[in-house]
C-alpha cells in the first residue's frame, strides 16, 4: 500500500488560482495581451530593463531591482515600473511563461500578468480590490509596564 495523496487531498499548487483566473471571464472582459521577449529576459541580468506592450500600444519599461533563479527553471523577477514611482511588479517565469502581479501606485491598480494557454499569448488584467486575499488583523497588542 503506497502512502500519498488521493487527488482530492492534493494540497493546492500556486499554478490553481491563476488557472481559476485565467479561465474567468474577468480576462475576457477586461485584459489586454501582452507582447515581452521571453528570449531576453531569461538572460537578464539585475539592472536590465525589458518592455512589455500592451495590445493597445501602451508601452511599459520595467527596470530590474531583483532576479534569480529560485529554483531549477524558475526565475523570480522584482523590477520597477517606468520610474519606479510608477510601479513595481513581482513576477515567476517559469517554462517560457511570466506571470505575477503589478501594482501601479498612480492608479491604485493591481494587475494580474499571465499566460492564456488558448490563444497562446501573455495577458494583463485588473484585479479588483474586493477579490484580493487579505489577512485580517487583530487588535493591537498592548505591552504591560513593568516596574524599574
Known amino acids: 500500500m503506497g502512502m500519498g495523496c488521493s487527488q ?4 493546492e499548487t500556486q499554478e490553481e488560482p491563476i488557472k ?3 479561465e474567468s471571464d474577468e480576462v475576457n472582459k477586461a485584459s489586454l495581451f501582452v507582447e515581452v521577449d ?3 529576459l531569461s538572460k537578464s541580468n539585475q539592472g536590465d530593463s525589458f518592455l512589455i506592450t500592451l495590445s493597445d500600444g501602451t508601452e511599459y519599461t520595467l527596470q530590474i531591482n531583483r532576479i534569480e533563479e529560485t529554483m531549477p527553471g524558475v526565475i523570480s523577477i522584482a523590477a520597477n515600473v517606468n520610474d519606479g514611482e510608477t510601479g513595481q511588479s513581482n513576477l515567476i517565469l517559469q517554462n517560457e511563461k511570466l506571470n505575477g502581479r503589478i ?3 498612480k492608479e491604485g491598480m493591481t494587475y494580474q500578468l ?3 494557454d488558448h490563444t497562446n499569448k501573455h495577458f494583463i488584467a485588473p484585479l479588483d480590490p474586493e477579490e484580493k486575499d487579505v489577512l485580517q488583523g487583530s487588535e493591537p497588542l498592548e505591552v504591560p509596564k513593568t516596574d524599574g
Open 103 to 105: 501594482q501601479m501606485f
Open 38 to 40: 521571453i528570449q531576453a
Open 20 to 22: 481559476e483566473f485565467i
Open 8 to 11: 482530492k487531498e492534493q494540497p
Open 114 to 116: 499571465g499566460f492564456e
